[in-house]
């Protein structure tokens, strides 16, 4: 490497002995599966905020198409990523460290494709909710009636009444 690409990317001078190489290689590889290990980690939490946000989300339609797409591409980039993974650990040491950053580069990739999968559905929520927020709203000045709140009695109690009261109600059933 140059001196000026060391500087840009922040890395160690680069040694001219060979032994070192191989060495450093090794460590990098070390680096590397610790760095995928975290990234496959992230990914599976992404995905499952994305089920919870689908379970949750019964009246989002017509997204079926667009997540079925940004799918497949985060598919298509993780099995890609494994497939570099494999063979940078497979090439000679001066090679790998090139393949393994594009693999990164693939995971990142993967992790981008559901972050705009979660992000096209929290906007939609967020429409949803600007929606209904604006229908109220129009229902109120248009003077329909709205349903009111229902009226409720209050009672002040401590602690120890408020138990007697649970438990009684407890040994009833």
Not at 64 to 88: V, W
Request: charged fraction near 35%.
């Amino acid at each position: 490497m140059t001196k000026k690409l060391e500087e840009l990317f922040n890395l160690p001078e680069a040694e001219e002995n060979t032994e070192n190489a191989d060495t450093d290689s090794t460590v990098s590889e070390v680096e590397s599966k610790q760095t995928i290990e975290q990234n496959s980690a992230i990914i599976k939490e992404v995905d499952q905020a994305i089920d919870k946000i689908d379970a949750a989300l019964p009246g989002v339609r017509d997204l079926d198409s667009s997540d079925q797409e940004l799918d497949e591409l985060s598919a298509l980039a993780k099995e890609k990523f494994q497939d570099l993974i494999d063979l940078g650990m497979n090439v000679e040491a001066r090679y790998s460290g090139h393949i393994l950053a594009t693999a990164g580069t693939l995971l990142g990739h993967a992790i981008t494709a559901k972050e705009a999968k979660l992000k096209k559905k929290l906007q939609m929520v967020d429409l949803q909710l600007k929606k209904m927020r604006l229908d109220h709203q129009t229902k109120q000045t248009d003077g329909e009636k709205l349903i009111d709140a229902e009226d409720g009695q209050g009672v002040v109690l401590d602690r120890n009444e408020l138990l007697k009261q649970i438990l009684g109600k407890d040994k009833d059933k």
